[in-house]
């Protein structure tokens, strides 16, 4: 883990910008719609604020902030940190879990989100993979058979990226119950929990009061905001000191604008403004499925997230056929190989562009020639 390894997504959306054409960016999950007034409105606000508004906030967060994640979650505010995304928030659970529960390994979905077996690779873990369902889902018995007392952390993903699975209450139950019988932390990141397309689909681990359980989520997607960096995980009691103090010394504290901005758009956005933009993924998400239907490509719609997969044959997901899309088609995607090997063949695309449908019509073009 020595050498830097520069994330892939950096470099296909660079190779887009610099294409001699025309290129559809679906490459990364950054929201293309509005935040909320509110956060703007805060953020306004703050900056006529006096000097000692300016320095240190409480390292786990402002205190308003963790008492309103905690309120809208039902949980004790003592077991609310807020973090530099849910990537810290992930991190600090994997750390954390891998000194508590013992163990060397840490079990997790594949196709997997890159950033997790990779932070496994640099706490020294090795990662053990489930396959998931054709749609995306996990069967919690695939899940039995490769956790052991050896398995320190399980690492779910609900929405998930890169598939669109979501994961109901029977599937939680049931990886709960896994993670106390090999005692393991069971850690379930929720960053899409506001892009659920089925009613009834989802179920939030914190459904289940378990010393087993951590969950993880942040505002970048559901606010539109992936550059403030505003996460939180919600962790066991008996887990919380140590999280603490590996988050201050790892970061000291997070940014007391942006959570000050996100207090005040939680306080004061209505839920039409979730409601809406979950309308326009999923409208889109119609349109590029039925394009392509029509390209006569594979793909798995998603239930959850805003990604969706597509196969096309003949062409698998490398890095080599990902920048041929590119320079051919106009169309920016993941390379499938990028989340391993159990979708090698495929492509994921990001849906938050509103040249959605006319990126599926340029893929149905191109493979249909």
């Not at 004790?76 to 807020?82: C, L, N, P, Q």
Request: hydrophobic share 40%; glycine share 8%; aromatic share 10%.
């Amino acid at each position: 883990m020595d050498d830097y390894e520069r994330p892939l997504f950096f470099h296909l959306m660079k190779y887009a910008a610099e294409a001699d054409r025309d290129v559809v960016d679906m490459v990364s999950g950054n929201p293309d719609w509005e935040p909320p007034e509110a956060l703007r409105t805060g953020l306004k606000t703050y900056a006529d604020g006096t000097p000692d508004e300016f320095q240190y906030p409480p390292s786990d967060g402002l205190v308003e902030l963790r008492a309103e994640i905690a309120e809208q979650h039902d949980v004790d505010v003592e077991r609310v940190v807020v973090t530099n995304g849910a990537g810290e928030a992930n991190y600090l659970a994997m750390a954390t879990a891998l000194e508590a529960f013992g163990g060397d390994k840490i079990a997790m979905a594949t196709p997997v989100y890159p950033y997790y077996h990779k932070r496994t690779e640099m706490l020294n873990a090795t990662a053990t993979f489930v396959p998931s369902e054709p749609d995306g889902t996990l069967d919690s018995d695939a899940v039995r058979e490769v956790v052991s007392e050896d398995t320190a952390a399980i690492v779910i993903n609900s929405p998930n990226n890169p598939t669109g699975g979501v994961y109901g209450r029977e599937t939680k139950r049931d990886l709960v119950a896994i993670a106390e019988e090999c005692d393991a932390l069971l850690v379930s990141d929720e960053v899409y929990d506001r892009f659920v397309y089925d009613e009834g689909a989802f179920e939030t681990a914190l459904a289940f009061d378990s010393p087993n359980v951590a969950v993880t989520n942040a505002f970048s997607k559901s606010m539109a905001i992936t550059g403030f960096r505003v996460g939180y995980g919600i962790y066991p009691d008996h887990l919380t000191d140590a999280i603490r103090t590996r988050h201050m010394l790892v970061n000291v504290a997070g940014s007391r604008p942006a959570q000050r901005a996100v207090l005040n758009a939680l306080r004061e956005t209505p839920e039409s403004y979730y409601e809406r933009n979950r309308r326009l993924l999923d409208e889109r998400i119609e349109a590029f499925c039925a394009a392509l239907d029509r390209a006569g490509a594979e793909y798995t719609r998603p239930r959850g997230g805003f990604y969706v997969m597509a196969r096309f044959d003949g062409h698998p997901g490398t890095l080599d056929n990902t920048e041929r899309l590119i320079d051919e088609a106009g169309v920016a995607g993941m390379p499938g190989d990028a989340f391993g090997d159990s979708r090698a063949e495929w492509f994921r695309f990001a849906v938050v562009t509103p040249r959605a449908e006319e990126a599926a019509e340029r893929l149905a073009a191109h493979f249909g020639r």
